[in-house]
């Protein structure tokens, strides 16, 4: 009977002491700056507990074929280490990922890994919703047409 009292009782203070986790997502558009400024979008799906946090992005980059710039598909998996709640309506992060990157520019085509580090600020709007200001720095693959490659972006995050 001991036994059981001690999981009912570990069971309820779970439940009583548990911090909710907190999930969002974010649809971005922005700009990559290597070599030439050209139109980036994406999305971004993260969850995250106090100052820790994790996400999947997929961004991607048309080429310029006049100017040289290659297109780009990065798809990375990110920590966010972030405020635990907004301060005055902003709740900054900094973040550091790797994942796989896809770079075209014909006749050249190249998979590789790649890692990105970067920072920004998510700003409460109206309820839920929030304005997500991101850079990011993504050094690719040694074998990368562009690299380390810039980009800044702002997007309509959801948290839910």
């Known amino acids: 009977?001991?036994?059981l009292r001690a999981v009912a009782l570990t069971a309820l203070l779970t439940v009583v002491c548990a911090t909710p986790a907190f999930a969002d997502i974010t649809g971005f558009i922005g700009a990559n700056t290597t070599p030439k400024s050209r139109h980036a979008q994406g999305f971004a799906v993260g969850a995250g507990?106090?100052?820790?946090?994790?996400?999947?992005?997929y961004s991607?980059?048309?080429?310029?074929?006049?100017?040289?710039?290659p297109a780009l598909h990065t798809y990375m998996g990110n920590a966010l280490f972030q405020a635990p709640f907004a301060i005055y309506g902003f709740q900054p992060y900094f973040t550091t990922g790797a994942g796989v990157y896809h770079?075209?520019?014909?006749?050249?085509e190249k998979n590789g890994f790649g890692y990105n580090v970067g920072g920004g600020v998510k700003i409460s709007l109206i309820g839920p919703v929030r304005l997500r200001v991101d850079y990011r720095v993504f050094t690719l693959g040694e074998e990368a047409i562009e690299s380390p490659v810039h980009r800044i972006y702002a997007g309509l995050n959801l948290k839910f």
């Open 1 to 3: 009977m001991t036994r």
């Open 49 to 57: 507990l106090l100052f820790l946090g994790i996400e999947f992005e």
């Open 60 to 69: 991607s980059t048309p080429d310029d074929l006049l100017a040289g710039a």
């Open 103 to 108: 770079e075209t520019l014909e006749p050249f």
